[in-house]
């Protein structure tokens, strides 16, 4: 069979004809329904061989980095592998919702999406006001649910970032700040780093506006931030917070002989 003939053969395929309807029938150029045939195929391709363990179901929920106030239909969604399932640990109903709620809600963390509470109440088929109802009592144990809500700062409570320095100042590790919080260690450890800059500077006398410009912060987490250090250092904490600025005064250290290792290569080049 010649050339010619392959390409008449591979032609009368699927993917052809969804092309030309897209064309003749959407309006759409040839580029761009290239373009769309292509993305429908790698789509398919993607979810066909995504596999899922007993228990497990496939989701599709908002992404994480999405504002608040934008709507459901415009927002980026990605899809993310759910653990619905799992062995009875003989503690009760209440406790194990509890835990499907915080495990659910951070695997989606994890996945990088963000599961509402309408989701869990779905997911879960319970009541919504059932799963309010968990969340505040995982949050008077000082678990956050990373909810859409909590993530995103959408509505009152306060900021996941000051509740993730102050669980730090209180001695918690970066792994009971993970589990507490759905934040990874790098997003924790970013977190610490800026608190500690905004600390590092007070200390040295600087204005907020100041520590602003200087760690590229915005006015209202710099707030936000002197309010929490000066309310710990004021109740005892003084030993903690030397602690991070301990840490802190290493990191530049470290950054400094970097950059000075960097110039002597430099000299040789």
């Given at each position: 069979?010649?050339?010619q ?43 066909r ?7 497990q179901?496939?989701?599709?929920v908002?992404?994480?980095?999405e ?21 009875s ?76 320095i ?9 792994d ?6 759905g934040h ?37 987490l710099v ?5 929490l ?26 950054k400094?002989?970097?950059l ?10």
């Amino acid at each position: 069979m010649n050339t010619q003939m392959v390409e008449r053969v591979r032609s009368k395929s699927p993917e052809q004809a969804l092309y030309r309807e897209l064309q003749d029938d959407y309006g759409l150029s040839r580029v761009e329904s290239r373009a769309l045939v292509g993305r429908i195929i790698e789509y398919q391709e993607n979810n066909r061989h995504a596999k899922r363990e007993e228990g497990q179901i496939f989701r599709w929920v908002v992404a994480v980095g999405e504002p608040p106030g934008k709507k459901i239909s415009d927002c980026r969604l990605v899809r993310v592998k759910l653990t619905i399932s799992t062995k009875s640990n003989g503690l009760g109903t209440i406790v194990e919702r509890e835990a499907a709620v915080h495990r659910l809600s951070l695997e989606s963390y994890e996945q990088g999406g963000t599961l509402s509470q309408e989701d869990l109440s779905d997911i879960l088929k319970i009541d919504p006001s059932t799963v309010k109802r968990i969340i505040r009592r995982l949050r008077k144990q000082n678990i956050i649910v990373p909810t859409r809500g909590t993530i995103e700062d959408i509505g009152p409570g306060i900021s996941h970032k000051t509740k993730i320095i102050e669980f730090l100042i209180k001695g918690y590790t970066y792994d009971e700040v993970r589990i507490f919080t759905g934040h990874s260690a790098a997003s924790i450890e970013n977190y610490e780093k800026r608190f500690v800059k905004v600390a590092h500077f007070c200390r040295e006398g600087r204005k907020p506006n100041e520590i602003r410009v200087l760690t590229d912060t915005s006015e209202g987490l710099v707030r936000d931030y002197l309010k929490l250090f000066w309310q710990y250092w004021e109740s005892g904490y003084q030993s903690s917070l030397n602690g991070m600025l301990n840490r802190f005064a290493e990191y530049l250290d470290d950054k400094k002989k970097r950059l000075g290792r960097n110039k002597d290569v430099n000299k040789h080049l």
